[in-house]
């Protein structure tokens, strides 16, 4: 078997649907075997799965037990020599798949190679990174954003320079579609379970830098990456599950007493900057309804209820629980 694809599914019927669909019509010349691993969807997806594509094999959990541990269960069951995983909101296009594994099997010093992702109307999106860093995270997660410091940690982690029609080596993948090679996963382990999801592709990625693998950008493949279609679900919990995985990686990585003294600035910015967030939507709301400007008012509102919601509900959760 030269490849097998793995996805793990939760509650994305219609896109699970759309993305084996597109397997089928642009699969690899290669021999391929397809794996879901559905984590207790509630949803049509089994149903899906069995009525449309009795060729793929299933594992059905009985309860979600993260996107790592799932992956990790369909690694478990898998006989490629390729891995790629694959979200279940992804569009495969003609022979993104023949390109990415032509790469890994031209190119012996690669340990991973993704694709470039566009959104579903057909505009780029952006899928590489710098390995995390403490200033870029209290850029992006913190009150400090608002005074513009560290934006170029910020910038430099995004790679907003990155030119996406070239082919490159980079630090991370987005975790959509990643082709590795099973003798690496042989060798450095399985996703890390400590991730239930986000982080766990950078986590992974970080540990074949480490053992002296390439990662490399392939603009030549195309897949479509819809985004985000299980985690809309649940957006509060979202948030909070990256940033425990976002700290996760940093202890383990850049240790835990170095993350331990991180987080006593990060942890009461992250609060801070929801304070903020309400306290200046208050005003802003206020101008809205004075100037009848419904969309803006709306937009606030929901801003606020947030915000609210997020310091009533998951403060104590940042503060002790991750």
Known sequence: ???????????????????????????????????????????????????????????????????????????????????????????????????????????????????????????????????????????????????????????????????????????????????????????????DESFFMYYEEADLCYRIVQAGWRIVFVPDATIIHLGGKSSDHIPLKTRMMRLKSMLIFFRKHYGRVRTGFFNCIFKPAVLLRYVFNILSGIFVYLFAIITLNNKLSQKTLSKIKYSFIFITKYSWQLFFKI
């Open 1 to 191: 078997m030269k490849i097998s694809i793995i996805i793990v599914s939760w509650n994305v019927e219609e896109e699970l649907f759309d993305c084996l669909m597109s397997i089928k019509q642009n699969k690899p010349s290669y021999p391929y075997e397809v794996i879901i691993v559905d984590n207790a969807s509630t949803d049509g997806t089994i149903d899906i799965i069995q009525n449309n594509f009795a060729e793929t094999k299933l594992i059905i959990n009985n309860e979600n037990r993260g996107f790592a541990s799932a992956n990790n269960i369909g690694i478990e069951k898998s006989c490629g020599q390729y891995i790629l995983f694959l979200n279940p909101d992804t569009i495969i296009q003609t022979n993104a798949l023949d390109k990415l594994i032509a790469f890994l099997d031209e190119n012996k010093d690669v340990g991973a190679c993704g694709p470039k992702l566009l959104y579903g109307d057909g505009k780029l999106q952006p899928s590489t990174r710098k390995f995390p860093d403490f200033y870029s995270a209290l850029y992006q997660n913190t009150i400090l954003k608002n005074t513009g410091l560290f934006r170029k940690h910020y910038r430099r982690y995004r790679m907003r320079n990155f030119n996406f029609d070239k082919q490159k080596d980079v630090d991370i993948l987005m975790g959509a579609a990643i082709l590795t090679r099973r003798s690496i996963i042989e060798k450095i382990g399985p996703m």
